[in-house]
């Protein structure tokens, strides 16, 4: 078979490259959707030759236009599959990672060869990536965790500290909900979350922290609360750079819903969805949480935050019904670390199933633009995507 030469710039050769990208495209979305199936049906194995069959089929491909620099890749990636296939690994959340990325730094591999743009990863680092797979295959039990680890940090340097939080911090993240909750257990988990992202603390955050029991204890549901919710929100942040500061996002997720434990307790399960009457009450929890801090020239920027957490995109949310860059971009994070905690918490003492999270994760993403801010659906799914197992419980 002749290959394609993709500094040609005839229009057959580029009619031969758009039909081996369109394909290239529909490929990975259809691996994409093996893999979340395969998270739920690990013991399929017409899912994992399907995977199988897709990822040999691409590496044929970009033989096809040339593009010979991934095909290592792509085998060595085959390889793993095939040891999977066999039973000498056990698909996992790890392992799935791997997959995913090595299938996104081909697809940006190959956009950036017909952009004849700078290429995602240099010759070395392409290299030492198919050394890490391989070795992948030739691990033992023990220390095939470590060698993944590796192969992460090569293909997402992010992955690095996502895994090093993930060991750290397993209890503050993932509690549950205990017939006797201890009012201690908010406190410190929010510190650890706080050293850990080494925000440094005082008196301010101090007092603030020791009100959150208060909130917690109000409701089954809401307990670990604040601890799952500070950590999403410092997490997306990290993930944006540091966008957001993150005092003042620590603070005004820590209060944004202090009102609500003046509220009666129906009102907390109906999370505003009631009768008008009830409905004005309700919303009237921003003002409580925002005027805790608003006297402080200190904490302005939370303030902002939490007064307008449940503001949307579109302009329908309260309580000023303002729309898109006029809201507070702290206060458009919080309004989908809210959203998120209210779709994957539904009842107390229930594991998030992967199910709840994709759900979850779908209803957000459908909703970029209208209801949430498009980039900060952007970072939950990346943040979701590097923490999943901290959100199944």
């Known amino acids: 078979m002749s290959q394609l030469n993709l500094n040609r710039p005839d229009e057959l ?14 490929a990975y979305e259809q691996c994409e959707a093996t893999l979340i199936e395969l998270e739920q049906h690990p013991h399929q194995p017409e899912l994992l030759h399907g995977i199988f069959r897709v990822v ?17 890749l792509l085998q060595s990636l085959e390889d793993v599959l095939d040891d999977i296939r066999k039973g000498h690994m056990a698909y996992d959340s790890s392992l799935c990672d791997v997959i995913q990325l090595t299938l996104d730094r081909t697809q940006q591999w190959v956009e950036a060869s017909i952009a004849d743009a700078p290429k995602p990863l240099s010759q070395t680092e392409l290299q030492q ?4 797979l391989t070795g992948l295959t030739s691990a033992d039990e023990r220390s095939r965790g470590v060698r993944i680890r590796q192969v992460l940090g090569l293909l997402d340097p992010t992955h690095v500290q996502a895994l090093a939080i993930k060991d750290e911090l397993p209890d503050v993240v993932t509690s549950t909900a205990t017939a006797e909750p201890k009012a201690s257990s908010a406190v410190d988990a929010c510190r650890r979350l706080l050293q850990y992202y080494r925000i440094r603390m005082d008196a301010d955050l101090e007092f603030f922290i020791q009100l959150l029991p208060a909130l917690e204890q109000r409701h089954p549901r809401w307990q670990g609360r604040s601890a799952r919710q500070l950590f999403l929100a ?17 603070v005004a997720l820590m209060l944004h819903d202090l009102g609500m434990s003046f509220l009666p307790l129906q009102m907390l399960d109906a999370q505003g969805r009631a009768d008008p009457e009830q409905l004005s009450v309700w919303q009237r929890h921003v003002e409580m949480g925002a005027s805790l801090v608003a006297s402080s020239p200190r904490w302005q920027d939370a303030a902002a935050m939490i007064w307008q957490h449940h503001e949307q995109q579109d302009g329908s949310g309260f309580p000023d019904g303002l729309e898109g860059e006029d809201i507070s971009e702290g206060a458009r994070l919080l309004r989908i670390v809210d959203e998120f905690d209210l779709l994957t918490n539904q009842h107390e003492q229930q594991e998030a199933s992967n199910r709840q999270l994709i759900t979850a994760l779908v209803e957000i993403s459908k909703a970029a633009g209208t209801k949430f801010d498009p980039f900060w659906v952007g970072m939950l799914n990346e943040a979701v995507k590097l923490h999943k197992q901290h959100f199944q419980r």
């Open 13 to 26: 050769q580029r009619d031969c490259v758009d039909d081996f990208f369109e394909d290239f495209r529909d």
């Open 129 to 132: 990536i198919c050394q890490r």
């Open 234 to 250: 410092l997490e997306m942040n990290r993930l944006a750079g540091n966008k957001l500061d993150q005092i003042q996002l620590a």
């Open 56 to 72: 040999h089929t691409i590496k044929g491909n970009l033989g096809f236009i040339g593009l010979f620099s991934l095909i290592p």
